[in-house]
């Protein structure tokens, strides 16, 4: 069974904080990792992707890989009201299938 | 420059009755995926269509689930005999298929309630 953990929360900081965000997975042929943001009633939102060993940056947002470890993070920068959401990590299955397994999660509140 | 579009946006049915759910994918994107969430959980896989063909249908959970992509664009989801258990929301995503890069981006979603 493939799986992909994250925990659940609720998470809380307060504005301006940096909020970390984790995930790990079970399939360690996987090759590509990705993360979306989730609001209330709406779909995922692609925010980063990362296929390799290290750190990725695009603005406030760090994702970071470690396949050894079989563990994703997601740093978020300088946490805004509006970064309020629940997030999603997704770890793409290797070789030639496309599919996507989900996490079920990490709900995160920013604290004004 | 359109993003993936679903319809309906919302969809009621009755226990038994047959549905069909309509995904039309970004343009050029050659790779389609259906999904669907559960309040709670992220979503889950169904099937994924590479052009015309399905090329991997694992994730249907019966054979009340097909789905079609007859043109290699729009796809249509069709559940047949719906059960209270199929009420979820149903998700498209679509990727250009770029090497191994495998970057899906999703609808809005069809909320299927079945009474």
């Known amino acids: ?112 | 420059g359109a993003g993936v579009s679903q319809t309906p946006s919302n969809k009621v049915t009755e226990k038994g009755k047959y549905v069909e759910l309509r995904c039309d994918p970004i343009s050029g994107h050659t790779a389609l995926y259906w999904y669907r969430q559960s309040l709670g959980q992220g979503p889950e896989f169904l099937i994924y269509f590479q052009g015309t063909g399905a090329a991997d249908d694992s994730g249907l959970p019966n054979d009340r689930f097909f789905a079609v992509r007859p043109e290699g664009s729009v796809s249509t989801l069709k559940i047949q005999r719906t059960e209270r258990g199929d009420s979820a929301v149903y998700l498209c995503a679509s990727s250009s298929l770029a090497g191994e890069r495998n970057e899906q981006f999703f609808g809005p979603g069809t909320r299927l309630t079945v009474l």
Not at chain 1, 1 to 16: D, M, R, W
């Open chain 1, 1 to 112: 069974q493939k799986e992909v953990e994250q925990n659940s929360g609720p998470l809380s900081v307060p504005e301006g904080a940096i909020a970390s965000l984790n995930c790990t997975y079970s399939d360690r042929g996987s090759q590509s990792f990705f993360w979306y943001r989730q609001y209330s009633g709406k779909s995922p939102e692609l925010i980063m992707s990362i296929y390799s060993n290290g750190d990725k940056e695009d603005g406030r947002f760090t994702a970071q890989l470690n396949k050894a470890s079989q563990y994703v993070s997601l740093l978020i920068r300088d946490s805004q009201p509006s970064d309020s959401a629940t997030y999603l990590c997704a770890v793409g299955a290797p070789g030639s299938a496309r599919q996507l397994t989900f996490g079920s999660g990490t709900q995160l509140t920013v604290l004004p």
